[in-house]
């Protein structure tokens, strides 16, 4: 067995192991702990397990198997002693230091461990979320996270702290001037869509040019990488401009080859797949196709247009449960779609939802309460 196919099952075995130990209500606190390192749309999910999550963030290139900082990171402020044997014996022989939580997720996790029903009264009763029911902390902060009423911002931490006991909203209040000035991870445009967004002005990055062998060797990996990680439905809705019926293709390389055979993928200029992985922020393939290391360079993307980013970036926070209130808002059937992506993509090919723009959808969004969803369209709003 090769090296590298050696790591790999090792790290899996790894996981599987951690996804044990993180299971039951367990997997409350690791939500919350990756609320800045993975979609809402994949937290909500009621069904997901914590190797499910590890399985996202390996996608994004957060984890790898010589990278196991941020799981180093969240069994050390979760203080379950299981956990931290396993990433113990796992780390044993080193790996690399890479992405960790924020100071903002810690400390906020540690006054959340400190609430007490009484705190819980005063936040459902302050946040008028009485109606919800919600019985644990963990699961009334990733309400508030995702409807914009918590974030980085002084005032709304000062806010949700004051209805805390004396204890947790010291240690809030007292890390309070760490976060000043930091801009709110949900509400901030993302580098990768501000990238896209953004007028231009950067002289867009180049990818260097790869051999015949080394390309259709890219292709390869690439195509098989994405489809293991079933991503073709997400691939459709990005390349749907580029493929007269993205539908039509029913594995990643197939969409590959359509591309190459209109010249818009090409051995000179693959730029489209480095602007791919910035967009569906998967920069975990680059784990086992070294040959795309341009994707983490700066460069604006410049292969997809903003109206095309936007609905992806809408797709990402986009849950299961809400796909299906929007799938019903528009007479769209649960049969005719099977996530959220081939949900948009049925949107725009067969409804009239954004033939005269963004701006009605936008707020029909909000009037069933997907005000964070709404929050995505805004950029192509009025354009």
Known sequence: MAKGQDNEMCFRDFLSKLNEEYSGDRIKPLKFLLQDCLSNSLLARSNINAFDLFNALQDRGDISPTEANLLSEIVEVTQLKPA?????????????????????????????????????????????????????????????????????????????????????????????????????????????????????????????????????????????????????????????????????HQNVKSLFDDLMASGKLKRADYKVIIDMIKITDTRGVLEDVKSLSDANKDGNITSFSAYRQTLMEMGKVLSPEEAKEVGFQNDVSDDEYTDQWSLILHLEKTTNVFADGVEGFIEDLKDIGLHHVALKLQPIANK
């Not at 936040?123 to 009485?130: C, G, I, P, S, V």
């Not at 950067?202 to 060797?217: G, R, Y």
């Open 84 to 248: 931290q044997n396993i990433v113990d014996a796992y780390t044993k022989g080193g790996v690399k230091r890479g992405k960790g939580l924020s100071p903002y997720r810690k400390v906020l996790f540690a006054a959340l461990t400190g609430v007490t029903d009484e705190d819980m009264r005063n936040l459902r009763a302050f946040y008028k979320l009485d109606q919800y029911g919600f019985g644990n902390i963990w699961d009334l902060v990733f309400h508030l996270e995702k409807e914009l009423l918590l974030d980085k911002t002084e005032e709304k931490i000062e806010r949700f702290a004051g209805k805390l006991n004396p204890a947790a909203k010291k240690k809030i209040l007292d890390k309070l001037a760490t976060f000043k000035g930091v801009k709110n991870n949900v509400q901030s445009t993302s580098s990768t869509e501000q990238a896209g967004l953004d007028a231009g002005t950067d002289v867009p990055s180049v990818p260097k040019e790869l051999t015949s062998k080394e390309f259709k060797t890219m292709i390869l990996k690439t195509s098989k990488w994405y489809q293991k990680g079933d991503k073709l439905t997400m691939l459709r809705l990005l390349f749907k401009d580029k493929i007269d019926d993205s539908t039509k």
